[in-house]
């Protein structure tokens, strides 16, 4: 093993890439000699650089799990696989499985299912595991227990983004902003200066989205409440949620009517200056 992995920390400097063919058999081999450590870690690092682990390799991982008696990681792995093979159905079918053992599913279980369910649009229960995860006192995590980096920031945005705009649309904007507080805690702007420090670009989109719904209807107070924050973290607000607080603010009575009467005034004394 040893040889092996020197020969595979060589490849890319004799133009040999690193590929899902060359990353299986050395997990495979770490797990049988019980280096599931190195194993794990080599897991996380082909899934960072985009090579899709096979059958074989998950199983591998599993097994090496189970047989350090890591069964959280192993029932990890494998719903993973499962989400990632586009069968996040069956994965929640396995979590139904663990709690009628009672084995307590953990940050790992419920990070990989919601993060299935969002790859495969199914917000209702991606919503459902994160009302789950609330009442144990869990948030979400990168899965399998890593570390965030640029790949799975970059998917806890899409995820956040995709069920934040499902219930904005659904018109449902209190629930999206109670996610808000539940992802990223009291300030909405803290997961986008995570990103910003780990130099992935910012999408305003959601930011967009949640205003432009909140303005609709009628809560200005919250709207401005978010906008705010953003602009005291450094979040520039773009055009469209700029334009989303103006008709907002104009279309509440309260701005319209004097906005409408100065108006009225303004152009009487341009009719006739000398009054």
Same mark, same amino acid.
Request: net charge negative.
């Given at each position: 093993?040893?040889?092996?992995?020197?020969?595979?920390?060589?490849?890319?400097?004799?133009?040999? =890439?690193?590929?899902?063919?060359?990353?299986?058999? !050395?997990?495979?081999?770490?797990?049988?000699?019980?280096?599931?450590?190195?194993?794990?870690?080599?897991?996380?690092?082909?899934?960072?650089?985009?090579?899709? =682990?096979?059958?074989?390799?998950?199983?591998?991982?599993?097994?090496?799990?189970?047989?350090?008696?890591?069964?959280?990681?192993?029932?990890?792995?494998?719903?993973?696989?499962?989400?990632?093979?586009?069968?996040?159905?069956?994965?929640?079918? !396995?979590?139904?499985?663990?709690?009628?053992?009672?084995?307590?599913?953990?940050?790992?279980?419920?990070?990989?299912?919601?993060?299935?369910?969002?790859?495969?649009?199914?917000?209702?229960?991606?919503?459902?595991?994160?009302?789950?995860?609330?009442?144990?006192?869990?948030?979400?995590?990168?899965?399998?227990?890593?570390? =965030?980096?640029?790949?799975?920031?970059?998917?806890?945005?899409?995820?956040?983004?995709?069920?934040?705009?499902?219930?904005?649309?659904?018109?449902? =904007?209190?629930?999206?902003?109670?996610?808000?507080?539940?992802?990223?805690?009291?300030?909405?702007?803290?997961?986008?200066?995570?990103?910003?420090?780990?130099?992935?670009?910012?999408?305003?989109?959601?930011?967009?989205?949640?205003?432009?719904?909140?303005?609709?209807?009628?809560?200005?107070?919250?709207?401005?409440?978010?906008?705010?924050?953003?602009?005291?973290?450094?979040?520039?607000?773009?055009?469209?949620?700029?334009?989303?607080?103006?008709?907002?603010?104009?279309?509440?009575?309260?701005?319209?009517?004097?906005?409408?009467?100065?108006?009225?005034?303004?152009?009487?004394?341009?009719?006739?200056?000398?009054?």
């Amino acid at each position: 093993m040893g040889a092996a992995l020197r020969i595979f920390c060589e490849m890319p400097n004799h133009g040999c =890439p690193q590929d899902s063919d060359t990353y299986g058999p !050395l997990i495979n081999g770490l797990c049988k000699l019980g280096k599931i450590g190195e194993a794990k870690e080599l897991f996380n690092e082909m899934e960072t650089k985009g090579c899709l =682990p096979s059958v074989v390799t998950y199983t591998s991982l599993i097994h090496g799990f189970c047989q350090t008696n890591n069964l959280d990681e192993a029932v990890g792995s494998l719903m993973d696989g499962l989400c990632k093979g586009g069968h996040s159905s069956q994965a929640m079918e !396995l979590l139904g499985l663990m709690v009628s053992k009672r084995h307590k599913p953990n940050n790992i279980t419920y990070s990989t299912l919601l993060h299935g369910f969002c790859e495969e649009g199914k917000l209702q229960e991606a919503l459902e595991i994160l009302d789950r995860m609330k009442l144990q006192g869990m948030k979400p995590d990168a899965g399998l227990g890593v570390s =965030p980096n640029r790949l799975t920031w970059s998917l806890h945005v899409r995820i956040h983004n995709a069920v934040v705009q499902d219930l904005c649309s659904s018109g449902d =904007p209190n629930r999206a902003c109670q996610l808000y507080v539940f992802f990223l805690g009291s300030r909405p702007c803290q997961l986008y200066l995570s990103m910003r420090t780990r130099g992935i670009s910012i999408d305003m989109k959601t930011f967009d989205t949640l205003v432009k719904c909140i303005c609709k209807k009628g809560d200005l107070h919250k709207a401005y409440q978010i906008v705010d924050e953003m602009v005291l973290d450094g979040c520039v607000p773009d055009e469209g949620i700029w334009s989303s607080m103006v008709d907002g603010f104009w279309n509440c009575k309260k701005v319209r009517g004097p906005a409408e009467l100065l108006q009225a005034e303004l152009m009487s004394e341009m009719v006739d200056p000398e009054t």
